[in-house]
């Protein structure tokens, strides 16, 4: 199997769709869990499945987009992940992909056991998209399915996406980032 820039594309462009809309159309759907120091995390129900909500944190980080954006890149996940995940193992890249100037990254993350459940491995795409009309800046994981990225032996195959909104604030010395 051979991977086609285009589609890998087209199949975070659909989350990242459905999930700006959730994230800032849909307000009175999401029920605030917590609100601390400039964060604030709320869950939505999933229409189709109430046992797996939609969840959404919107913080104000004191950085520029630059400086926030390069934090959570990939390449900085061995030594940031630890700080934001405990069950965070590590972090395999298998693959660069562009398409129209969006860098996409092939990858798989492995957490540790988490309480009363196994050991999980995640295969999705990393994509760095290009900002929006208002200059939010833009990127996501969608999970990838692939025989060529088999689940890890000792490890449940997990799927997550998440898209995730960097908005300048201050003249850019803060940053509004959204993660659904």
């Given amino acids: 199997e051979v991977f086609d820039a285009k589609d890998l594309y087209e199949a975070y462009k659909e989350v990242e769709t459905e999930y700006h809309v959730k994230a800032f159309h849909d307000a009175a ?55 934001m995940d405990p069950f965070y193992e590590s972090v395999e890249l298998y693959g660069n992909f562009d398409y129209r100037g969006v860098n996409m990254i092939l990858a798989r993350k492995k957490t540790k056991r988490i309480l009363a459940f196994g050991k999980r491995d995640m295969v999705f795409l990393s994509v760095s998209d290009q900002p929006l009309s208002d200059g939010t800046w833009v990127s996501g994981s969608v999970s990838i399915q692939t025989p060529q990225i088999p689940r890890q032996p000792g490890y449940t195959r997990a799927f997550q996406d998440s898209i995730a909104f960097y908005k300048p604030l201050d003249g850019n010395t803060k940053t509004q980032l959204t993660i659904v």
């Fill in 29 to 83: 759907k999401w029920k605030i869990l917590a609100s601390h120091d400039n964060v604030e995390v709320s869950m939505m129900e999933h229409a189709s499945d109430p046992n797996c909500p939609y969840v959404k944190m919107v913080a104000i980080i004191p950085t520029s987009i630059q400086a926030c954006w390069n934090w959570l890149s990939l390449s900085n996940w061995p030594k940031n992940m630890p700080k």
